[in-house]
T-cell receptor, first 112, second 113 residues
Framework: TQLLEQSPQFLSIQEGENLTVYCNSSSVFSSLQWYRQEPGEGPVLLVTVVTGGEVKKLKRLTFQFGDARKDSSLHITAAQPGDTGLYLCAGGSGGSNYKLTFGKGTLLTVNP | DVKVTQSSRYLVKRTGEKVFLECVQDMDHENMFWYRQDPGLGLRLIYFSYDVKMKEKGDIPEGYSVSREKKERFSLILESASTNQTSMYLC????????????FGQGTRLTVV
């Protein structure tokens, strides 16, 4: 069974601070995705990374896929209250496996 | 803009009722999924379907069934609702592509009393 461990589970910071959240596994994934979920809504896809060592940037968000494709990180620069939400990572194994493996998420609160 | 639509945002049902949750996607995706989300437990897969009339059990199928008669529609059925099925239910769809990027509906908050 593939597992994705996310850390920290909860994070509360002030507006303007930087932060990094992590997504780790002992399994190799063919792709890894990050989603953000706001309260009472469904998750929304932010980015997909597929190549070991890959770095993608989305405005103030920087996503990195580990060299061995077993882990990923999300770094937010100068966090804003609008960044508040649950950040989920999910791994795909490719092949005939249709399913994603989800981590339990990091709940981020950015205080004004 | 891609869209996955769930029929209800909030539902309150009584114990023992048969409950239907509907999901429609407009992306012509082959794969569709039903998850439930509970605090501390994350997203748990109930059932998924990779084609019309095809379904497979996920991690927690007990007490649920599904129906997929048309490609765009995937229904989750609670045969006899119980209080431990109170949860947030999320439908998602994806293409059978190696990236498996999922698009989610807005969720249905089900309360069983």
């Amino acid at each position: 069974t593939q597992l994705l461990e996310q850390s920290p589970q909860f994070l509360s910071i002030q507006e303007g601070e930087n932060l990094t959240v992590y997504c780790n596994s002992s399994s190799v994934f063919s792709s890894l995705q990050w989603y953000r979920q706001e309260p009472g809504e469904g998750p929304v896809l932010l980015v997909t990374v597929v190549t070991g060592g890959e770095v993608k940037k989305l405005k103030r968000l920087t996503f990195q896929f580990g060299d061995a494709r077993k882990d990923s990180s999300l770094h937010i620069t100068a966090a804003q209250p609008g960044d508040t939400g649950l950040y989920l990572c999910a791994g795909g194994s490719g092949g005939s496996n249709y399913k994603l493996t989800f981590g339990k998420g990091t709940l981020l609160t950015v205080n004004p | 803009d891609v869209k996955v639509t769930q029929s209800s945002r909030y539902l309150v049902k009584r114990t023992g009722e048969k409950v239907f949750l509907e999901c429609v996607q407009d992306m012509d995706h082959e794969n569709m999924f039903w998850y439930r989300q509970d605090p501390g437990l994350g997203l748990r897969l109930i059932y998924f379907s990779y084609d019309v009339k095809m379904k497979e059990k996920g991690d927690i199928p007990e007490g649920y069934s599904v129906s997929r008669e048309k490609k765009e529609r995937f229904s989750l059925i609670l045969e006899s609702a119980s209080t431990n099925q109170t949860s947030m239910y999320l439908c998602a769809s994806s293409s059978p592509h190696y990236l498996l990027e999922a698009f989610f509906g807005q969720g249905t908050r089900l309360t069983v009393v």
